[in-house]
């Protein structure tokens, strides 16, 4: 008799709990999710935009030059110092590990930052598989073209913030994104700002600390 109380308890026990689980509802909500900032404006005098490190060179387009345009534009609107934009001359790769080097490039006085980095961007021309399914009117006779090319941009940025007086390493945060075109005559110059702009959020988040939206779910009775 013991034993078939204590089943008959236990029993009873886990439908009390399905019946509380079912009775659970979930419930969505947004929450901002602050970003731990790696530049303080306050604490900032300048931000000095310097020559990234190229792993190779872009036929027909410079690169450098338009990072640093596009930086330049950018950090004016975000930032409320001054924002302005020196050339270095890397002796390799390994150049950003070497504080030395930076103190002797004198970009800027203390209070003032650097940024620079490496940068690969990359492009290829791909064949892409079209869907073979035929629309309604289509002509069940003409040939299907099964396969197409397309304009495949890459975009690889280990972006680095250092001291400009010191050449001590603030930051580094890498990103990289891809984006295809159906027109094959797509312009390296387009396509490389049309990266720069998916980027940049990500990029001012790590630098500026601003928030991010997330969805969360929470669960009520």
């Known amino acids: 008799m013991r034993k078939s109380n204590r089943a008959a308890l236990l029993l009873l026990a886990a439908l009390s709990a399905a019946a509380c689980t079912s009775e659970m509802t979930a419930e969505k909500i947004r929450v901002e999710i602050p970003a731990v900032p790696s530049l303080k404006p306050e604490a900032v005098t300048e931000i000095v935009v310097a020559t990234f490190w190229l792993e190779k060179e872009v036929k027909d387009f410079d690169l450098n030059r338009d990072l640093a345009e596009y930086f330049l534009e950018e950090f004016r609107t975000k930032f409320p110092g001054r924002v302005s934009s020196k050339p270095v001359a890397w002796t390799g790769a390994g150049m950003d590990s070497q504080p030395e080097a930076w103190r002797k490039a004198a970009l800027g006085p203390a209070g003032a930052v650097v940024l620079t980095g490496k940068a690969v961007f990359s492009q290829e021309t791909r064949k892409a598989l079209l869907s073979a399914e035929k629309r309604k009117f289509d002509d069940p006779f003409e040939p299907e073209k099964r396969w197409a090319e397309r304009r495949n ?65 929470l669960l009520l009775k």
């Open 153 to 217: 941009f890459d975009l690889k940025l280990e972006v680095i913030l250092l001291k400009a007086d010191t050449g001590e390493v603030l930051s580094r945060n890498s990103f990289q994104d891809a984006q295809n075109y159906e027109n094959v005559k797509q312009t390296p110059a387009y396509a490389f700002h049309d990266l720069l702009d998916r980027v940049k959020p990500r990029l001012f988040r790590s630098l500026f600390g601003s928030t991010r939206i997330q969805d969360r779910f």
